[in-house]
Structures are given as structure tokens and as C-alpha cells.
């Protein structure tokens, strides 16, 4: 080869151009070496190094070339071998190169020796950095997660050894660059091949989706220096710009490390227009053609974000070529422009002390990201709230645009999208946290105040008025009098009117003349002035102020006179002008109303303050309504997030977060672990951390807290405050410091109000479910402070302290054995004393406490008494012989102690109402409780016992056989034995259950109990409405009939008809809705004996009355969701509910069809019939009311099976319909339904079912619709060409129903068929709500024992005898008061419903 000085060394666009012969002077690779030819080569390479150090590659240059062309077949000893030669030999160069730089004597041959040396060496070096890591990229993604257990090991020699080698390797072209190598190109610029040459490996690293690592940081470090020494030293600038754009479109994985590298490179090497730079060329970018090409967007959102988040000043100063994209289709790229606007807000243009030119422009950011909370992107209105929730946090959001921000975070509630909900609720909380008026926001609270200090200011501002008018200067005065005084000097050039003279004289001076003139100006008499003005000027001429400049004409000069008189202009002006005063006055006064001033404008400010404060409180108000209906939702991180803010809410005093705070307490009983732990959370920020210096502070603090809540609750919200109260205990959460403040409470140790004394036995109540020993071991003083003498005082605090004690009779723990005794007390026991005698005091004074005082104590009596009933037989003996006394009282006569209970009847009419209201409630809660004792405690002790004895049988036998040592073929006479022991264990079950039943039927209410004396009372006052007029009397009465119904079928079976009845025709509410309830505990009980009455359920759901029907939906859903009661058709009627005034019903409603929806397939086999009635315009709803509720109802249609069979029968349905609103309904249902292509398909085939009905526009109208939306999905061809063709069909059939119905107007009196008007049955028609009370619009079903009159005389019981009232024959007719109908009208059909177990309550 020719020396070094003869050629020069080309940079190659390609390794291939250096194997061809580019002209004379141009180095070329000679010969290209084999594999083998390397290592021998390399060794020359090396010793050539020693000799002649850098400048070797000269001769040396084609080995590393030709390992580089044979780099994937040479073996990983050479390839480090030349790659450690080459660091070797550029670290050697680079070190050499400043001495050789600083040479001013180089001779131009070895200035050419070293510029081809540095470019060989670095072009090899390069290379050889770029062909490993390509090695290390390609294993990394073979080597996903290699298994076994030399992972490690395997890695460490594939790739860890190059990516340890890769930082110096870089460092060391990054001290190269350092170097002034402009040098070596003679003073000129370097070339930008090399410069590119040196970068190139950078970028390509950059490229491995692995390094935004955290291990790879030293490597970026490293990678970001070096491409600053270029940008820096060799004008990189413009290629940088390019290049990074480009790998910010290709490699999502750059954008952060960019991000990273350019803010480094703006702040520490001063390259703040590389800044400008990028962002010019992103904001160059086409909108549309990103949309198109959504490849790059990710990377320009994510650099755009995190660079405003490192240097936003910069970024302001560029942002305005970004704007574009806020109009453009990415939301990506508007979410990251907005989040630049958003950094630079909290970061940069922050704070009171912003110059005018900044804060416009503040506003005008926040006004754009105002303006995207309304984004047409779901994602964007979200990203936009997160921002102003990072903006609000960091209290960077002006004071005058709070009220903006709120209101929008208040609408986006009703979003359709999740997340915005999500992230609106999250801003309105920290609105709440950071909010600048006030820690407490309540409406009330801050309009008070606000009305003061309004009022306030206006009595400053009136004051200021009355101190110092409004000042009219006089020149303002003088334009306002012009007009006139022009008129009245206009008269003077005028003769003289009849009878007017001249009567005015002038004065001897000039200054008497003044004020004469002044005076008659101020008089408002203009003409006398100017009359006396034209006088003076005439004698005092050139005498001031008579000689002023003199006018074309005398009228002017006559004015300008007098304007100089006026306005004070002259030394002659009058004192006396009190807007006008001395000008030493006027600055001495100046200095007291600066303070004035300055109070009003705090005043102002303060007003302002409150106004803002009292605005925000209202929209947070307005909030908590939205916000509190969420807590329902089925997405569970709403249901969370609304749970948090209402803690958030109660935190700062708004008075309607409590009933937030209340509506979340269901949510404990949730399926979702999520939202059940976020109710467990709240309750203990809200009530478990209370703030107080000391333990008893706390303890008073957190009691209060709870209590409050207690106040007018309902019962299903003290039952599950009580379950999570419970958990807290279980838990050890509430301290006992706690437990000893409310026992204190209870026992007036404390100073505490009746309701707060209730509250604390409701509290320790709600605890010992948690830990029963609470209330256990102090059940002494419950009963004695609680159910002595006092109880007769406060009966509601008596029923909290049997609650209380019931909850000790709560189910045994597993770990006490399931065969363990239940827990009671003796009959003997000072409880059951006191509860008899609190029961019988009480029972003759009149109470509205009474009633439920009695049903909690008869309650805790059976589950907690040996021998209950004795004890209820004595208190029912008690309270009837006090009736009885009574009684005899109202008679005259004396009472005789051995007169039966029974002869209460006789003269109950004498008796008060609310004597007989106890006794008739007292008999009902007995009986009930009897049934349950009956039902679940004895039938579970005979069944605890039984498997006792069998065990004690199985052991004993097993014993037995042990000793006799059977051999081990018994084994199968063992099996055998508990296959028949299990057999007899299910006989014996349905034994007991016998036994219970045979009790209830023919003891209970036989001659012999006691209840059979009340019974006739009873039915006397169910029977006679109009003698027991009294609503309470007359709802106690229904509800006992109902308690005493469950005890016996045959008892049910005869007066069913007598309850319906009542349940129909009552006119008041409360009979009504208690019997709806005692009717479906019926359907319960004996369910074939109801099945009958079904329908008359059903009616009620169109009460008139809103408790009624709410009642009644909430039995139905019970019973039809326990599948208690067939569901046919008639569930309609629950469906009419979903457009219920009341919105308490409408939620019925909706969660019944929620809940009904869960059961396989059930709306989807009621639809068709839900369909038809309610279409029906004899007896269905409303067109618009219709469109309502299924609407609703199709929502839960989602399986594609059923919507194709939905297709399907809905097209049938239109051959039996009849009327044209049917017609519609059903067009109407087939809209609702997202059609397939199997869809399509049906509607095809049913075509000739509805083709005669497209006549009807509105028909027409939904298949259209049904059409377009089917188009809109997009299908394939050959599925469009069938809606074409279906669409030709339906427009063809409506035309030809268009053209008949004209023929048929044209023919005469012809009419349509399918119009033809149908002569509805009377079976279909409605009764009207108005006719609940007439008798002809009632049919009640026939009793059972005319259609079974053999059975009914076996089970007829004997003949008792029933006491008559004379005081109803007298009084009134059997017509006017009787209540039941005949019993001809029984219904003739029953359908029994299969039981799934004889062991039903148990």
C-alpha cells in the first residue's frame, strides 16, 4: 500500500463502498479475510500497535474490517479480543492527540497520517459497538425468560459483558470529542460524516427497548454526554433535531429518556434552542396525518409531558407551536399539550407575584383546559380533571376562577364515561382539601355572616354617601344650566312684553354687582341675571370681571360672563357654594377620609371572601346529591371514590354529608370485598380517630358522633351501623374507655339526655354482637336501671334494653360445638319479673310507646325463657283481667275475678280504643312468637337432642365392637348401619316437623288455650269496620288477624277471604299495607293455600296510596324472588312501578327487575307477556310511559341468543295484535334490541307477519331505524345486500298500505282489515284505582271447603260457642259494617306449590 499521505481516508454511507474503487486517493479495502485468517491477523494488528502506537490501523485497517463482514460466524474470544485492541488503540490516539493538536509545526503529511488513523480507528470502534449491541438486542429477545438455574450464568455471557464494556467505551468517544479535532481538518469545520459516525452508535443504543432501565442509567448518562460534546462542539444541532424526531415517531421507549437528555442539555450545557427546536417540529406535524398514523403520536405525547415537567419555563416560551394539535383528532396529543399547559401553571406561572403579561397568559391556559373538560374524548375530559386536581393541590388555581372549575367538576357527574365521574369526584375532593375560605362549609353557617357583612357594607357606603355627597363641579353645573340661561339672554335682544318692566338696579360696585348676579344664577332666575350682566357691562367697562374678551356679539359675551361668575374662575366668587370650598380645607380634609376609604375597601374585599365562600358551599351542596346517588353504580372504584369524598365532605362540616355518610351504610352488606372494606375505612376515619386531648375526651367525642347518626333512623340503617360496629369490636377497635362512657350514659352517671341515654343502649347493643360478654355481664344492671320501676317512664328506652339483651339468644359460635344447649335463662329469672310487671302496669295507660315496648319484650321472653309460654299466658291473663275490670267499671259493677277472658268481647265497644289496641296487639305478638318458639327453638332442641342420643347410641355400639374385637369384615355392616342411620335421621325430621304442625293445628287454637278467647274479639273488630272506626285499632286488629293466620292452615284457609277482603276494601293505608304484609308471610307459611289470591297481591300494586304500593312491591319482590308466588303476566304490574311519582317505589322497582335479572333467563321469558299486557289499552299504560319502562327492561337483554329469539317472537306477537298503539309498541320493542345478522335473518323470514302493518308511519318509522343502526355496525357484503333488500321490501309494503288506505277513503265506507276496530272482552277491562272501595268492582275467590266438601267436613272443627254484641245489632245493619263478601265467589282453581323441605323455618 502507498504511504498514508498519498490517499485519504472516505467515511462509507455503507461497508460494501469500501470494497469498491472510488477514484484515485481513495482508500479501499484490499482483500476481504476469511474467519480463519483473523486471529494471525489480529496478533499482527497488535504487535504493529506496540511499535507504531494509533497510527497502525494504516496498515491494519482490513483484519477488523473483515471481522466486522464475518462478525456473526467469528467466535466470541476474537470478537472481545478486537474489540479490547481497538479501545486499546483509540484510548491510546485519544490520549496522544491534544500534543499533537497543540503542534504548530505538524507537517501536513502527518496532520493526513492522524485525520486517517482517528477516522479509521473510530469508524472500526464504532462499528464494532454497533454490530455487539445489535448481538445483545437479538439475545434479549431470544432470552426471554430463559428457565432452570443457571439463568444468571447464561445471561452473564451472553449480554452483561458487553453492557458492562458499554459505558467506558462511550466515555471514551465523549473525551475524544472533546478534543479541538478542527485541527486535524485544518481550522475548518469537521466533517459531518465523522460527527454523524460518532452519534450514530448512541442513537442505536438508545433503540434497545431495555434501556430506560434503572440498571442502564450509567449507560444513558453516558449516551447523553457524548451527544452533547456534538451539539456542543460540532454544530449537531440540526441532524439532533431530526433524528430524535424521528425515534420519538418508531420507539415509544425513548420518549422519557429524551426527555431526560434534552432538559440535561438545556440546563447544563446552555442548549435552550434545541428545546424550541424539537417542539417546532412535533408542532409541525399535521394533525390529520398523525390521526392517520398513530405510530408516532405516543412517543410526541409522552417526550411533550415529561419535558414540561422538567423545564417548563422553556417549554412555555415554545408552547405556542403546539396549539395547533389542541384542535387536532389525537386525543393523546391534546391530553399532552394540556398536561404542558397544566405543568407550566403549577410549576412556573404560580403565585400572587406574576406580572400582567403573565397572568393573561395564565388565564388563558386555564381557560383552554376549561374549555377540554368538555372534550368530545372521554379520555381527555378525564385527563383534564386530573390536571386541575394537580393544579388545586398544589394552590395554584386563582381565587377567581374556583367558581368556574367547581361548577364544571359538578356537571361532568352526569357523565356517561366512568373514569370522568371517577376523576370528577376526585377533583371536587380536593377542591373541599384545599380549599382557601373555611375548614367548615355548611350553607348556613356562612350565609349568615355574609348577610351581616353586606348589610355592614351598605351602612358604609351610605355613610360615606351622606359625609360626602357626590361632588358636580361647577363647570358640569354651568353645561347643565346653559340651555335655559342661553334662552333667557336670547329674550333680552327682544322689546318688551305689555306690563313687564324693568325693576332691577345696579349696584354701586363691582363686587355688590357680582354677587347680586351669583345670587340670582343660584336662584335659578337666568333672564334677571342676564338683564343685570348687560346693565353692568355697559358701566363697569374694563373693570374685572366685566372685562373679559369681548364676543363677536353680545349674547356671547353676555354668557361668558356669567359662566366666569358661576364656575368661581374670578377673585369675586361666593363663598357660600358648599361644593366649592376653601382649598386649605379641602387638604385638611383629605387626610381623615383615607381611613374611611380604606375600611370600606376591606369591607369590600370581606363581603367578596364570604360571597366566594357561600357560592363554593352551595355547589359542593349540589355535588353531595349527585355524588350521594352514585354509591349504587356498578363500577366499584365510583362506588369508592364517592365513599371517600363523602368522608372527605364530613370532614369540613357540611351538614348533608350526613346523609351521605348514612346512604353508604347498605354498602357494607356488598359482595365486593373492595367496596365493603371502603365502608369499614370511612366509618373509621370518621368516628375511630376523633379528636381530644384525653381517652375520656376521645370516648365522649366518638359517642357522640355515633349517636348522632342513630337520630330518626331507620331500622335498616341501625342494622348496619350494627354490623360494622360489630367488626370493630371483633377487631379491637374501639377502645373500652369507650364501652365504660355509654354504661356510665345508661346509668345516669353521666349527665346525658333521654335520646342520648336510648343511644347508649343501642350502641352496647350493636357491640355485644361482637362480643355477647358486653351485655352479659352486666344484664343485672340492664334489668334493673333499665326494666324496673322507671321502664314505665320511657318504654322506647325499655325496648333498646330488650333489643340489647337479645343478643345474647344470637346463634352459638362454631367453635362451642353446633351440638351445644342454647343459652336461657330460668323461668324464675328477675328479668322475666320485671318484664311482666313493666308489661302489665303499662298496659292500661295510654301509650303510642306501649305496642313496641310489648313486641320487643314478648320477643326477648321466647328466645330467652325456660317455659316462655307459661310466662306470656300469665302477662295475656293479667292484661285481660285489667280489661275485664274495666269492663265491669264501664258497667257499674263490681268485677268478679272468675269471669273468662272471653267475656271481654261482649262489651268491647264500651271499652277505650287504645285498651283494646294493646290487648288485640299483645295476642298477635304472643301468637307469632309462640309459632316461631314452636318452628325454630323447640323443633331445633328436639332435633340438637335426637343426634345426641344418636351419637351416644353410635359410640356406645363402637365401643362394644372394639371389645369384642369383630373381625374386619364387619366394616360393611358398619356402612350399611349409617346408610339406614342416615335414614332414619330423615324420617325422624319429618317426624318432628309433624309434630310442630299437629301442634299448631289442632292445639294452639283449640277450646282449651287461651287464644282461642281472643280470637272471636278479633274477627269482631276485622268484620265490623264501621263500629271500630278507629284507624290504629283497625290496623292492630288486621295485623293480629294475620300473626294468628300463620298458626293454622285450616285457621288461614277459612278467614283468607275475610283478609283479602279487608286488604281490598279498607280505606285506610295502614290496614291495608299490614296486611299485604301479614299475606306474604302467608305465602310463605302455606303457600297453596294463597297461590289463589295471587292476583289480589298484585292489585295492590296499583294502590292509590304511596306507602301501600311502595309495601307491596317490597312483598312481591320477596316473594316472587324466594319463588314464593308464580310468575306469569302479571308481573306487569311490578313493572309499572319503574315509572312511579315516588322515586322510593321507582328504586323498588328497579332493584326487584336488578335482582330478578341475575336468575337464568327470567326478564327475557317475561318480556313477551310484559309486552302484551302493558300494550293493551284497556288495562296497560301510557305510549310515552310504555317507551319508559321498556326501555329499562331491554337493557337486560344481553346474550345474542335471546335477542334473535326476542326478534322472533316480537314479529309473531303482530299477528294477534289488534290495535294500532300495539302495532306501535311492538315496532317500538324491536328498536330497543342490537340486531345481528342472525337478527336480520329473522326479521326476513317474518316479514309477511308485519308487512300489512307498515302502513302505519310510526311502524315504518322504527323498522327504519332498526335498519340504519344495522348499517352503521358495518357487516359484510353479502349481509348489506340482504338489508338492502329487506329495506326495498318494508318501503314497498308501506307504499302499497299508503295507496289501499287512499282507495279505501275513495271507496266509501269500506274498511281496513287491519284496522278494524275489535269489541274488547270484559275479562281484559281494569278496574279503575277509584273503585278500591266499591263493592261490585270486588270478586273474591271461592273458599276451599265448597270445592271440597267431604274434606271440609272431616276437618271442620267442633261448634264453639261465639259471643254475640248487642251493641252491633242495635246500632247498625249487617250490610253497612260487615266486611266480608259471599262465599260463592271462591276461585275454583288451585295450584299447589311443591315445598322443598317439611323443615321449612328451621
Not at 467515511?11 to 486517493?25: K, R, S, T, V
Not at 419535558?307 to 396549539?323: D, G, K, W
Request: overall charge negative.
Amino acid at each position: 500500500m502507498a504511504s498514508s499521505s498519498s490517499w485519504e481516508f472516505h467515511l462509507p454511507f455503507a461497508p460494501a463502498d469500501l470494497l469498491q474503487d472510488a477514484g484515485p486517493g481513495r482508500y479501499m479495502v484490499q482483500e476481504v479475510l476469511t474467519v480463519r485468517e483473523l486471529p494471525p491477523a489480529l496478533t499482527a494488528f497488535r504487535t504493529a500497535f506496540r511499535v507504531r502506537g494509533a497510527l497502525a490501523v494504516l496498515q491494519h485497517f482490513d483484519p477488523i474490517y473483515s471481522l466486522l463482514h464475518h462478525f456473526q460466524a467469528v467466535g466470541a474470544a476474537v470478537k472481545e479480543d478486537a474489540l479490547e485492541l481497538m479501545t486499546q488503540v483509540v484510548s491510546q490516539h485519544s490520549n496522544e492527540l491534544p500534543a499533537i493538536l497543540g503542534d504548530s509545526g505538524l507537517s501536513h503529511a502527518d496532520r493526513t497520517a492522524h485525520l486517517n488513523a482517528l477516522k479509521m480507528n473510530c469508524y472500526l470502534l464504532t462499528g464494532l459497538v454497533d454490530a455487539f449491541e445489535m448481538e445483545a438486542c437479538k439475545s434479549g429477545l431470544l432470552e426471554v425468560d430463559p428457565g432452570g438455574k443457571n439463568k444468571k450464568n447464561r445471561t452473564k455471557t451472553s449480554r452483561s459483558l458487553w453492557e458492562e464494556e458499554r459505558e467506558p467505551l462511550l466515555q471514551l468517544l465523549t473525551r475524544l470529542l472533546h478534543l479541538d479535532l478542527r485541527q486535524l481538518w485544518g481550522g475548518l469545520v469537521v466533517e459531518e460524516e465523522f460527527v454523524s459516525l460518532m452519534t450514530g452508535s448512541c442513537y442505536r443504543i438508545l433503540e434497545n427497548s431495555n434501556i430506560g432501565f434503572q440498571k442502564y442509567r450509567a449507560t444513558r448518562e453516558a449516551v447523553t454526554h457524548l451527544l452533547a460534546a456534538a451539539l456542543v462542539h460540532y454544530d449537531h444541532m440540526f441532524s439532533a433535531t431530526l433524528k430524535i424526531t424521528q425515534m420519538l415517531q418508531h420507539f415509544e421507549h425513548v420518549a422519557s429518556v429524551f426527555a431526560q437528555a434534552v432538559s440535561l442539555w438545556a440546563t447544563e450545557y446552555g442548549l435552550k434552542s434545541l428545546v424550541g427546536e424539537l417542539l417546532r417540529e412535533i408542532g409541525h406535524k399535521c394533525p390529520q396525518d398523525l390521526a392517520r398514523d398513530s405510530s408516532g403520536i405516543k412517543g410526541y405525547a409522552t417526550f411533550i409531558t415529561d419535558l414540561a415537567e422538567r423545564i417548563p419555563a422553556l417549554v412555555l416560551s415554545n408552547i405556542s407551536v403546539l396549539l395547533p394539535h389542541l384542535d387536532g383528532e389525537s386525543y393523546l396529543m391534546r391530553n399532552a399539550v394540556l398536561a404542558a399547559m397544566a405543568e407550566v401553571l403549577v410549576q412556573v406561572l404560580n403565585g400572587d407575584q406574576l406580572e400582567e403579561a403573565s397572568r393573561g397568559t395564565r388565564d388563558q391556559f386555564l381557560n383552554m383546559l376549561q374549555a377540554h373538560i368538555c372534550d368530545i374524548n372521554g379520555f381527555v375530559r378525564s385527563r383534564v380533571l386530573q390536571l386541575f386536581t394537580r393544579i388545586v393541590q398544589c394552590k395554584a388555581l386563582p381565587l377567581t376562577q374556583f367558581q368556574s372549575v367547581v361548577s364544571l367538576a359538578v356537571g361532568r357527574l352526569k357523565d356517561k364515561s366512568v373514569v370522568v365521574v371517577k376523576n370528577a369526584i376526585q377533583l371536587l375532593a380536593a377542591f373541599l382539601s384545599n380549599n382557601p375560605f373555611s375548614c367548615k362549609l355548611s350553607c348556613t353557617d356562612l350565609a349568615e355572616p355574609l348577610k351581616k357583612e353586606v348589610q355592614k357594607l351598605q351602612e358604609m357606603r351610605d355613610r360615606g354617601r351622606s359625609t360626602a355627597a357626590p361632588v358636580i363641579t361647577p363647570e358640569e353645573e354651568w353645561e347643565a344650566m346653559l340651555p335655559e340661561v342661553r334662552a333667557a339672554t336670547q329674550q333680552l335682544f327682544q322689546p318688551l312684553q305689555e306690563g313687564e318692566e324693568e325693576v332691577l338696579d345696579i349696584e354701586e360696585t363691582v363686587e355688590s354687582t357680582t354677587e347680586q348676579i351669583t345670587g340670582l344664577l343660584r336662584k335659578l332666575n337666568y333672564k334677571s341675571a342676564a338683564r343685570l350682566t348687560q346693565k353692568a357691562l355697559c358701566r363697569f367697562q374694563g373693570k374685572e370681571p366685566f372685562s373679559g374678551p369681548t364676543e363677536e356679539n353680545e349674547e356671547a359675551t353676555i354668557l361668558g360672563v356669567l359662566k366666569r361668575l358661576y364656575t368661581g374662575s374670578c377673585p369675586g366668587e361666593n363663598s357660600e357654594d358648599p361644593p366649592r370650598g376653601n382649598s386649605s380645607l379641602n387638604t385638611e380634609e383629605v387626610v381623615p377620609e383615607e381611613q374611611p376609604q380604606t375600611e370600606l375597601v376591606k369591607q369590600q374585599m370581606l363581603v367578596q371572601y364570604l360571597q366566594d365562600a357561600y357560592d363554593f358551599s352551595v355547589k359542593i351542596t349540589e355535588a353531595l346529591s349527585l355524588i350521594s346517588k352514585m354509591m349504587y353504580e356498578n363500577s366499584v372504584s365510583v362506588v369508592q371514590e364517592a365513599i371517600e369524598f363523602f368522608v372527605t365532605v364530613s370532614q369540613f362540616g357540611v351538614p348533608q354529608a350526613l346523609l351521605g355518610v348514612r346512604r353508604m351504610l347498605p354498602l357494607i352488606w356488598s359482595k365486593e370485598p373492595g367496596i365493603k372494606e371502603a365502608v369499614l375505612n370511612a366509618y373509621r376515619q370518621l368516628y375511630l380517630s376523633p379528636s381530644g386531648d384525653s381517652e375520656r375526651a376521645r370516648a365522649q367525642n366518638l359517642v357522640h358522633s355515633l349517636s348522632l347518626i342513630m337520630v330518626d333512623a331507620s331500622l335498616g340503617t341501625i342494622q348496619c351501623l350494627e354490623e360494622i360496629i360489630s367488626e370493630f369490636v371483633q377487631k379491637d377497635e374501639i377502645k373500652p374507655a369507650v364501652i365504660q362512657l355509654l354504661w356510665e350514659r345508661f346509668t345516669e352517671k353521666s349527665q346525658c339526655s333521654s335520646l342520648e341515654r336510648r343511644a347508649a343502649v343501642m350502641l352496647l347493643g350493636m357491640m355485644a354482637r361482637g362480643k355477647p360478654e358486653i351485655i352479659g355481664s352486666n344484664l343485672d344492671v340492664l334489668v334493673t336501671v333499665g326494666l324496673s320501676e322507671k321502664a314505665c317512664e320511657d318504654y322506647r328506652l325499655a325496648q333498646e334494653v330488650c333489643n340489647a339483651i337479645s343478643k345474647l339468644a344470637s346463634k352459638p359460635k362454631p367453635a362451642q360445638g353446633k351440638n351445644s344447649a342454647p343459652f336461657r335463662l330460668p323461668q324464675n329469672h328477675t328479668l322475666f319479673g320485671c318484664l311482666s310487671e313493666a308489661l302489665s302496669k303499662g298496659f292500661a295507660q295510654p301509650s303510642s310507646h306501649w305496642i313496641p315496648f310489648m313486641e320487643a319484650a314478648v320477643m326477648l321472653i321466647y328466645q330467652l325463657a325456660e317455659g316462655a309460654e307459661e310466662i306470656c299466658a300469665q302477662i295475656l291473663q293479667l292484661c285481660s283481667q285489667q280489661t275485664l275490670e274495666k269492663l265491669q267499671e264501664a258497667d257499674g259493677q263490681k268485677a268478679d275475678p272468675g269471669v273468662s277472658p272471653s267475656r271481654v268481647s261482649d262489651g268491647a265497644s264500651a271499652l277505650p280504643t287504645f285498651l283494646l289496641m294493646h290487648l288485640v296487639s299483645l295476642v298477635g305478638q304472643v301468637a307469632l312468637q309462640q309459632v316461631a318458639y314452636l318452628e325454630v327453638s323447640v323443633s331445633a332442641e328436639l332435633r340438637r337432642r335426637r343426634i345426641l342420643r344418636e351419637e351416644e347410641k353410635a359410640t356406645k355400639k363402637h365401643s362394644d365392637s372394639s371389645t369384642k374385637k369383630q373381625r374386619p369384615r364387619s366394616t360393611g355392616n358398619e356402612t350399611t348401619m349409617e346408610e339406614e342411620l342416615g335414614l332414619v335421621g330423615a324420617s325422624a325430621d319429618d317426624t318432628e316437623a309433624e309434630l310442630i304442625r299437629s301442634i299448631c293445628e289442632t292445639e294452639l287454637l283449640d277450646g282449651k288455650h287461651l287464644f282461642s278467647a281472643f280470637v272471636p274479639l278479633v274477627l269482631k273488630i276485622c268484620n265490623n269496620p264501621g263500629l271500630y272506626s278507629d284507624p290504629a285499632l283497625s290496623a292492630a286488629a288486621a295485623l293480629t288477624l294475620g300473626k294468628v293466620c300463620m298458626i293454622s292452615s285450616e285457621f288461614c284457609d277459612s278467614h283468607l277471604r275475610l283478609l283479602f277482603t279487608m286488604m281490598e276494601k279498607s280505606t285506610l293505608p295502614g290496614v291495608r299495607s299490614n296486611l299485604i304484609i301479614a299475606a306474604g308471610d302467608l305465602a310463605i307459611r302455606f303457600p297453596n293455600l294463597v297461590e289463589p289470591w295471587t292476583s289480589h297481591l298484585y292489585a295492590r300494586l296499583r294502590d292509590p296510596c304511596p306507602s301501600v304500593r311502595q309495601t307491596a312491591g317490597l312483598v312481591m319482590t320477596h316473594l316472587i324472588l324466594k319463588d314464593m308466588v308464580k310468575v306469569k303476566g302479571q308481573v306487569s304490574e311490578m313493572a309499572t312501578l319503574l315509572i312511579d311519582p315516588e322515586e322510593a317505589i321507582m328504586g323498588v322497582a328497579q332493584n326487584f327487575f336488578s335482582e330478578l335479572s341475575n336468575k337464568d333467563n327470567a326478564i327475557y321469558n317475561l318480556l313477551p307477556d310484559i309486552i302484551s299486557r302493558l300494550s293493551d289499552p284497556t288495562c296497560g299504560v301510557e305510549e310515552e310511559s310504555f317507551h319508559i319502562i321498556m326501555r329499562h327492561l331491554f337493557s337486560y337483554i344481553t346474550k345474542d341468543k335471546q335477542t334473535e329469539s326476542l326478534v322472533e317472537k316480537l314479529c309473531q306477537r303482530f299477528r294477534t295484535a289488534r290495535t294500532e298503539r300495539q302495532y306501535r309498541d311492538l315496532s317500538h320493542c324491536l328498536t330497543l334490541l342490537p340486531v345481528s345478522e342472525r337478527g336480520l335473518h329473522k326479521l326476513q323470514d317474518n316479514f309477511d307477519c308485519f308487512a300489512d302493518k307498515l302502513q302505519d308511519p310510526a311502524v315504518y318509522s322504527c323498522f327504519q331505524t332498526v335498519l340504519a343502526r344495522f348499517r352503521r355496525a358495518g357487516s359484510k357484503p353479502e349481509i348489506k345486500a340482504l338489508a338492502e333488500e329487506l329495506e326495498q321490501k318494508l318501503a314497498a309494503s308501506h307504499n302499497r298500505g299508503l295507496d289501499s288506505a287512499e282507495t279505501c277513503q275513495e271507496g266509501g265506507d269500506t274498511p281496513m282489515p287491519g284496522l278494524t276496530k275489535r269489541k274488547t272482552t270484559g275479562s281484559s277491562r281494569r278496574h279503575p284505582l277509584s273503585t278500591v272501595n266499591r263493592d261490585e268492582g270486588f270478586v273474591t275467590p271461592q273458599p276451599r271447603n265448597l270445592r271440597n266438601q267431604k274434606g271440609a267436613q272431616k276437618r271442620r272443627p267442633p261448634k264453639k260457642a261465639i259471643i254475640t254484641f248487642s251493641s252491633d245489632e242495635e246500632n247498625s245493619s249487617e250490610d253497612d259494617l260487615s266486611a266480608e263478601l259471599n262465599e260463592e265467589e271462591t276461585p275454583t282453581k288451585t295450584t299447589p306449590i311443591t315445598r322443598s323441605s317439611a323443615r321449612r323455618l328451621r
